[in-house]
């Protein structure tokens, strides 16, 4: 399993959101979040601006769906054909272990499922 962590602008999550659901991955936390990039920011004026508003989209994918998962939000969270700086970026980790908290369903990255004795 992997986590797909994917930072686009907020004009942009909406249409993320709608693609991954559309493809079959409705399972999605969002977060708020503030940084930069290389771009070290906006200046504008005479005020720079360090930290642009963006979202955080996390969902945890089978490693088969990941190159399927990637090319959904790339598409989705582009700005024009081209895209542009500070359309986001994508980050991609191995998930070890699952777990449900209401069923108490243990999930590995090898397919197991165990229930969790409490």
Not at 48 to 59: A, C, F, G, R, V
């Amino acid at each position: 399993m992997l986590m797909i962590r994917s930072i686009v602008r907020p004009t942009k999550v909406d249409d993320v959101l709608a693609a991954l659901m559309e493809a079959g991955f409705p399972a999605v936390t969002k977060i708020s979040v503030v940084g930069r990039g290389k771009q070290r920011g906006i200046k504008i004026g005479e005020i720079t601006y360090d930290e642009i508003p963006k979202e955080m989209l996390l969902t945890v994918v089978p490693d088969s769906d990941k190159d399927f998962v990637i090319k959904t939000v790339i598409k989705a969270a582009r700005t024009g054909d081209k895209g542009a700086y500070g359309d986001g970026k994508i980050f991609v980790s191995q998930v070890d272990e699952v777990y449900t908290i209401s069923s108490g369903i243990k999930e590995t990255a090898s397919g197991e499922i165990e229930e969790v004795k409490i």
